[in-house]
């Protein structure tokens, strides 16, 4: 069964600093990964996807990097605002599982001005 | 843009009514998906649809039901609503299954509190 993880649950950073958030999986047979953000008490924006023969994917300041041998994925933001506060979550598309997405705990992102 | 809407973002019901979540989605997409998110459980699929009249069962499918009459439109339904089925509930769809199509869009949710 594949599980998800990220840790670590929760980070503080100061405003500026590079951020990195972590994602491993249990089985690397996925079909792709994907990152999602989610503000307090409302739904999950699609930041990025990247397909399981991609290694990373760039879309702003932010850059997602997969390596399946390893089961992992990590989430670059360069130079973090208070804005990107939220928690962050990845998800993978199994090959064998359909539509079915396995999420991860996430990780709740403070950044202080 | 991708815009996916659910009819209400609070939601307060007495134990064994009956309720239902509506979901639209306007970008012809073929897939819709229900989640639910708890603290310390994350989110978990309850339903998903492929196709007009078509469903599957998720991860934790009692206690729900789904209808999906039309293209655009996903309804959740609880047939009698208890209060385990209090939460934060998710809708999704997307356009296909492979490659960049199968990347998901969620709604803004509805926090269902069951009394």
């Known amino acids: 069964k594949q599980e998800v993880t990220q840790i670590p649950a929760a980070l503080s950073v100061p405003e500026g600093e590079n951020l990195v958030l972590n994602c491993s999986f249990t089985d690397s047979a996925i079909y792709n990964l994907q990152w999602f953000r989610q503000d307090p008490g409302k739904g999950l924006t699609s930041l990025l996807l990247i397909q399981s023969s991609q290694r990373e994917q760039t879309s702003g300041r932010l850059n997602a990097s997969l390596d399946k041998s390893s089961g992992r994925s990590t989430l670059y933001i360069a130079a973090s605002q208070p804005g990107d506060s939220a928690t962050y979550l990845c998800?993978?598309?199994?090959?064998?599982?359909?539509?079915?997405?396995?999420f991860g705990g996430g990780t709740r992102v403070l950044v202080k001005p | 843009d991708v815009k996916v809407t659910q009819s209400s973002r609070y939601l307060v019901k007495r134990t064994g009514e009956k309720v239902f979540l509506e979901c639209v989605q306007d970008?012809?997409?073929?897939?819709m998906f229900w989640y639910r998110q708890d603290p310390g459980l994350g989110l978990r699929l309850i339903y998903f649809s492929y196709d007009v009249k078509m469903k599957e069962k998720g991860d934790i499918p009692e206690g729900y039901s789904v209808s999906r009459e039309k293209k655009e439109r996903f309804s959740l339904i609880l047939e009698s609503a208890s209060t385990n089925q209090t939460s934060m509930y998710l809708c999704?769809?997307?356009?296909?299954?492979?490659?960049?199509?199968?990347?998901?869009?969620f709604g803004p949710g509805t926090r269902l509190t069951v009394l």
């Open positions: 970008m012809d997409h073929e897939n």
């Open positions: 998800a993978v598309k199994e090959k064998a599982a359909g539509n079915k997405l396995t």
């Open positions: 999704a769809s997307s356009y296909g299954t492979s490659g960049r199509w199968n990347e998901q869009f």
